[in-house]
């Protein structure tokens, strides 16, 4: 147990000095080998070994991927095909911002671009509209998160990794439900807050301008059926298909849409790079922390705990579900996947719950995540792009939070909602 709290607390004390995550994870394990006599070079090779994965090749192209499609005029036309869609209903553009991110994270599968790409197109029309300005960017921030639950993900692909053999294609398709659940009750959300608050519908355009609007959103779309069609029929590997993906969104961008040129692709590489190595770091740092608290039997000791307390399969996914909430409001997503994975898989699997369908339940956990207070990237990220403060934007989320709980609820306790698609496309 000293090796333990000393793993643990040390990490938390350097995360309240401010110490940045990856740091912290890397020094705490360093710390904790040392004591017990590993040495430091074993942490290191560990290090090493969680970032020379080749499913992981398949995140740096995702990445390019959605940074092509923010650029290359892709956001802009699902967020016009999503007009023609809802934007005639009582408060049609908030409704419009949930079914535009429904779209748009299966082709980028990724919030902060979504919230980049998107936030600057919706947030001053709804605005400009009569919305309130917090509200605009609170459902613009919990909208985009469908881009880690509907694929493809880079976070799935990151679970997949290290719940050790899990299905890629099966959590692809397992995230398809749950996603366009969560967006519809957003969506539900805006339409009683529109009739309260009396917010405008929209005109919906001409009906030829409207077609030629649908044909470039279904372009854009399309993205996604080849990703993920390719994926759950066998055509290629899910790292085959993000390069595909790259290729297809600088097709768009420069050749279909004309919104890009060659020369704008290199600062795009750059940010690509720089977020790429912040999320490997992340992802090194985390794995060295994993092994060292699987090898102090953390895992064992967390299932025995949460058995102790109960054996009911439904207050142990509630309890979880609480953990998980808790940290998704203190930790980034990735090394929060690669810390809790090893340790939760467990605990669910003993309770009759499937690796596919946890990875999914961790996905909306880490969805909500990204909205909370005080390390929710996406709430940052949406206040920048808003231009509002958090504590202004966190009184609006307030009201768009029982829509999400509802998702994560029913995809903790109703299995089919994360095994249907994968039992019958990849069975």
């Not at 298909?241 to 890009?260: D, H, I, P, Q, T």
């Not at 142990?316 to 929060?336: E, Q, W």
């Not at 829509?403 to 095994?419: C, Q, S």
Request: glycine residues 10%.
């Amino acid at each position: 147990m000293i090796e333990t709290s000393l793993l643990l607390g040390s990490f938390l004390v350097l995360i309240l000095l401010g110490v940045p995550i990856a740091f912290s994870l890397g020094i705490s394990s360093l710390l904790t080998a040392s004591y017990t006599g590993l040495g430091t070079a074993m942490i290191v090779q560990r290090v090493g070994a969680g970032m020379q994965s080749f499913p992981l090749l398949a995140i740096p192209l995702f990445i390019l991927a959605g940074a092509i499609m923010a650029k290359g005029g892709v956001a802009r036309r699902i967020v016009d095909f999503a007009y023609i869609i809802v934007g005639p209903f009582p408060g049609g553009l908030a409704m419009v911002n949930c079914i535009d991110s429904m779209f748009f994270g299966g082709v980028s599968g990724s919030a902060v671009a979504d919230i980049s790409s998107t936030g600057p197109i919706m947030i001053p029309m709804m605005v400009q509209k009569g919305y309130d300005r917090e509200f605009a960017t609170a459902i613009t921030v919990a909208s985009s998160t469908q881009g880690i639950i509907i694929p493809p993900s880079h976070n799935m692909v990151i679970y997949a990794m290290v719940a050790g053999g899990v299905s890629i294609g099966k959590l692809f398709l397992a995230g398809y439900i749950p996603g366009i659940l969560m967006g519809v009750l957003l969506a539900i959300t805006c339409y009683i807050l529109a009739l309260k608050r009396g917010y405008p519908r929209e005109k919906r355009p001409p009906l030829k301008e409207s077609l030629i609007i649908a044909r470039d959103g279904l372009l854009s779309i399309f993205a996604a059926v080849i990703i993920v069609g390719g994926i759950a029929f066998g055509i290629f590997t899910a790292t085959e298909a993000s390069a595909v993906a790259v290729f297809y969104a600088a097709f768009l961008g420069l050749v279909v849409y004309r919104e890009m040129r060659i020369r704008d692709l290199w600062p795009i590489f750059v940010d690509s790079v720089q977020t790429t190595a912040i999320v490997m770091l992340l992802i090194g740092c985390a794995s060295g922390f994993a092994w060292m608290m699987t090898f102090l039997h953390v895992p064992t000791l967390v299932t025995q705990f949460f058995l102790s307390i109960t054996d009911n399969k439904f207050a142990v996914l509630l309890l979880i579900n609480i953990l998980l909430l808790f940290l998704g409001a203190i930790m980034d997503v990735a090394p929060l996947i690669v810390i809790v994975t090893p340790v939760l898989l467990p605990v669910v699997q003993a309770v009759g719950m499937s690796p596919v369908t946890f990875g999914i339940v961790l996905m909306v956990n880490m969805a909500i995540g990204l909205t909370t207070p005080p390390v929710g990237a996406g709430l940052f990220v949406g206040c920048t792009v808003g231009k509002t403060t958090m504590e202004k934007c966190t009184r609006s989320m307030l009201l768009l939070w029982p829509a999400m709980l509802t998702v994560l609820f029913l995809t903790t306790y109703i299995p089919w909602l994360t095994t249907a698609l994968p039992n019958w496309l990849m069975p």
